[in-house]
Every structure is written in structure tokens, then in C-alpha cells.
């Protein structure tokens, strides 16, 4: 009899948590694991934040072949053409068929400029290293020419269709204590608009409220409910009538799935609908879609972690005939870079059913709910970075063994001393 075969699409946080807590889980039982990807390697894209202050960006490229290699993962280096979820099988681009028992997919999200006119040609993105590279270009440029010349003007934008504005607070953050420490700061206004009707939305009123002082005190000024119609060479009109000129424009595009899988089910950017426990997508029970491929409305790493482990056990239970009681609860945690201090937040989370705010800070669960600033958490940061890239870099999966169990303590009692 063949091995179950599960063959996963994409090496990102999803995909490659899905694979390696599989294999550490399943270690005495055949099974054949496949991940098809493009590459050879994982970016971590979390730290690319520190790119336009000038870190280097080989530190987080984590190569897999050894990984791969010494867990018996197979890898195929290859593009998804499409699915035939009938017949159990991958099409890529080379031509050859992959047939599988389970599916995952994880190919993730892409960006969407061309949806604010003006957008793709104009403004700084963020989205890969080459993007945040040439951003620190500008800001170079900026932090050269603000002592000799007109006061410059950096507006940050959040558009709707965005999914996870949180890098682009990190980078404003970051921006401010930058331009502090070269003694610019005064020569540079600093602007921060965001659709959302308060920053940072889903995470709820304490993480609002937080950026709220925090842009009070750094003197930079936040818009919350603007949405850009079009966007200029140094103006951002917006739907309401009002403007916003600008030296550099900062944003972060709207979301969109990267790869559309014709015949599943999935909403209007492409993200695949799922049952919300297990990811299973719906009307398919052998087919998942964890992290960014999915239609959950936060896409953020530590959550599409807990999907793909929701993912990985569900599979478990479906190869050894268990029933597995382990499933998606979205309790997001994360660590907002600030440079001379950082952010933690833990929020549980729910969805609503209402399009306009699809998820919502789980008060049933107010007990976890806790934000905090500190400079203790800017260790807590690094520690991360250096965690999760070295687990991988193993072939092991982040929320296992004796390192997660001490983090995760280290987290929680730091949530107690040091948030609220």
C-alpha cells in the first residue's frame, strides 16, 4: 500500500510549519511530504523592515536543502499552473503532474497597486527586499537634504484591500527615531493616513489608543478613515475630497491571493474559502489553505503559523484515524518595532460576519487581550528573529519542543509585567 502523500505549495511561514510539525509528529509513519516551490530557500520577511536603515539582507535568506534533505521531504522546485482537485492532482508550469491524498496550500498573497491609480508609479512599496532597498534610497535622500532645503514630507497610506498594515507602522516608527538620531527630525513632517476608521483595526481600542499616544508624542500626524482615490506625483487626493502632498509616499498596496486556483471556492481576491477550525477549504475536505491563501482577514506570520498547525494536526488525525481537538483559534501575537522601543500585543480574535469589519478583538477572551511598550521588547524581537529562521533552517516547526515551550512562557509572563 502508498504512503498518504501530502503535497503542500509554497515554502513560506504556512507551508514550511505545515511540512516540518507533520514530520516531527509523524516521524515513524510513511509518509510522503512534497513542497513545490520556486526556490530553494525562505525569506524572513518580518525583519525586511530593517532593510531601508541599512541591516543586510543575506541574514534572512534560510537555505532549506539541508532541511529538506535530512527530515526526507521531497522538493520540487517548480510554478503551480493550476489544480484538478477531482483527480488528486498538482499541475505545474514544467508539465509534470504531481497526484497527492492532501493538499495544502500555502502559495500565499500579492499586491495589488494598480487598484489606486497612480499608486504602482508613485509610491515607495513594501512588499519584497528589492522594494524596501530602494526605499531606503529615499529616505537616504530625505535625511541628506532636510537640513538644506524646504521641510520634506513623508506620508505613509494604508488603502483598503490592505491585510496587514502593521509593517508600515513599524516602519513609520522606526522612520521617526532615525531621523532623531541624525538630528533631522524637525526638518521632516510625517504623515500617517489609513483607511481604517482607527489604526491598526483588528487588533482592537488598546492598539489604537497606543499608536495614538505614540504619534502624539512623536509629532506625527495620523488620519484615520481616508481613502485614497488617486494618487499624484507629490499629492494623494482621497475619496472625501481632501489632500495630502508629499516628498516620499510610503504604502502598502492591497492584498490579493497569488496564485487563483480556477474551481475552488474563494471571495473576490482570490482567497480561498475555508472552514475556520481546520482551514479545510470548503467542499473539500482533503484540500487546506493556510496563511495568506486563505480567506482569513488578517494575514500576518505568527497567525498563519497557528493555521498551519491546525493544518498539520488535522492531517495527522485524518493519517492515523484520531480525532484531533487542536484546531485554529486566532490569537494573534506580535512585536512592533519602534527603534528605540517596541510594542507587544496579544489579541484574541473573532470574526463578525460584516465585510466592513470582518474580525474583531475577542472580548469573551478579554483576559489574554494585552498591549505594552517597552524596551524589553525590542529583545523579545531579536529573539524572534534569530528562533524562528534557525527552527526552519533544521526542518523543524516553531510551535514545538523545549525552545517554543520557553519562549512562549517568556512571552506570557512578559504579557503580564509588561502589558495591559
Known amino acids: 500500500m502508498l504512503a498518504p502523500r501530502v503535497v503542500i505549495l509554497g515554502s513560506g511561514f504556512a507551508g514550511l510549519e505545515t511540512a516540518f510539525l507533520l514530520r516531527s509528529k509523524l516521524d515513524k509513519v510513511d509518509l510522503d511530504v512534497t513542497v513545490v516551490s520556486d526556490r530553494d530557500e525562505f525569506l524572513f520577511k518580518p525583519n525586511t523592515i530593517y532593510l531601508p536603515f541599512g541591516s543586510a539582507e543575506s541574514d534572512l535568506h534560510v537555505s532549506l536543502r539541508k532541511a529538506y ?15 484538478d482537485a477531482e483527480r488528486g492532482v498538482v499541475h505545474t508550469r514544467d508539465g509534470v503532474p504531481i497526484h497527492y491524498d492532501k493538499l495544502v496550500i500555502a502559495t500565499g498573497a500579492a499586491m495589488s497597486p494598480d487598484e489606486i491609480p497612480g499608486l504602482r508609479e508613485h509610491a515607495q512599496q513594501v512588499w519584497t527586499p528589492g522594494q524596501m532597498h530602494q526605499l531606503g534610497e529615499r529616505l537616504q535622500w530625505i535625511a541628506q537634504n532636510a537640513p538644506h532645503g524646504h521641510v520634506q514630507k513623508v506620508l505613509f497610506l494604508v488603502p483598503p484591500g490592505n491585510k496587514c498594515a502593521g509593517p508600515l507602522y513599524e516602519i513609520a516608527f522606526m522612520l521617526d527615531t532615525w531621523l532623531r538620531r541624525k538630528d533631522v527630525r524637525h526638518q521632516v513632517e510625517i504623515t500617517f493616513t489609513t483607511y481604517e476608521q482607527s489604526f491598526i483595526q483588528a487588533f482592537g481600542p488598546k492598539l489604537h489608543e ?9 509629532q506625527i500626524t495620523g488620519h484615520t478613515g481616508v481613502a485614497p482615490g488617486k494618487v499624484g506625483e507629490t499629492e494623494v487626493a482621497y475619496t472625501d475630497g481632501s489632500t495630502q502632498e508629499y516628498d516620499v509616499l510610503i504604502a502598502f498596496p492591497p492584498y490579493v491571493s497569488a496564485v487563483r486556483y480556477e474551481g475552488l471556492p474563494q471571495d473576490d481576491r482570490g482567497f480561498l474559502t475555508c472552514e475556520p477550525e481546520t482551514r479545510a477549504v470548503v467542499g473539500y475536505p482533503d484540500i487546506f489553505a493556510p496563511g495568506d491563501s486563505g480567506d482569513f482577514p488578517v494575514k500576518q506570520a505568527f497567525l498563519a503559523l497557528l493555521q498551519a498547525d491546525a493544518v498539520a494536526r488535522k492531517i495527522i488525525g485524518d493519517v492515523t484515524h484520531t480525532t484531533t481537538t487542536q484546531l485554529f483559534e486566532p490569537t494573534s501575537m506580535c512585536v512592533m518595532e519602534m527603534f528605540d522601543k517596541a510594542t507587544f500585543a496579544q489579541v484574541p480574535l473573532r470574526l463578525t460576519g ?11 477572551a478579554a483576559a489574554d487581550y494585552r498591549v505594552g511598550t517597552s524596551r524589553t521588547w525590542r529583545l523579545g524581537k531579536k529573539t524572534l528573529g534569530l528562533y524562528l529562521p534557525l527552527r526552519f533552517r533544521h526542518g523543524l516547526p516553531f510551535h514545538a519542543g523545549a525552545g517554543w515551550r520557553a519562549m512562549e512562557a517568556g512571552l506570557r509572563a512578559g504579557a503580564r509585567l509588561l502589558a495591559r
Open 354 to 364: 460584516d465585510p466592513d469589519s470582518p474580525v474583531a478583538v475577542d472580548f469573551d
Open 69 to 83: 534533505a535530512y527530515k526526507s521531504i521531497r522538493h520540487r522546485i517548480g510554478t503551480v499552473e493550476g489544480i
Open 210 to 218: 497606543l499608536v495614538t499616544e505614540e504619534f502624539a508624542t512623536r
